[in-house]
């Protein structure tokens, strides 16, 4: 797997693939302090990027991966609540 949690820390290493999607979900759930360091991190599947860009976790490090750096990141770091365009009620 290219999610585990050491401590208070979600490390992405190498590729994350779509099945790292899922333990990247309950780990944020369970504890949504916890940070996400994209240091080691390569490919990002788009399933991973959909868990941060939706439950928008604290990041740190920069990936390895060029386009992880310069596209995917930004898009992470400036994330809020999306607007769907509907309205409630």
Avoid: Y
Avoid at 9 to 17: N, T, V
Avoid at 18 to 28: F, G, I, M, R, S
């Amino acid at each position: 797997m290219s999610v585990r949690l050491d401590g208070h820390i979600i490390k992405l290493e190498g590729a994350c693939r779509v099945e790292d999607a899922e333990p990247l979900l309950a780990w944020l759930q369970a504890d949504r302090s916890r940070v996400v360091d994209l240091t080691r991190a390569e490919h990002l599947h788009a399933a991973v990027v959909q868990v941060l860009i939706a439950l928008e976790p604290p990041l740190q490090g920069e990936s390895r991966d060029p386009f992880v750096r310069s596209w995917i990141a930004p898009l992470l770091r400036e994330a809020g609540p999306i607007d769907t365009g509907l309205q409630e009620g």
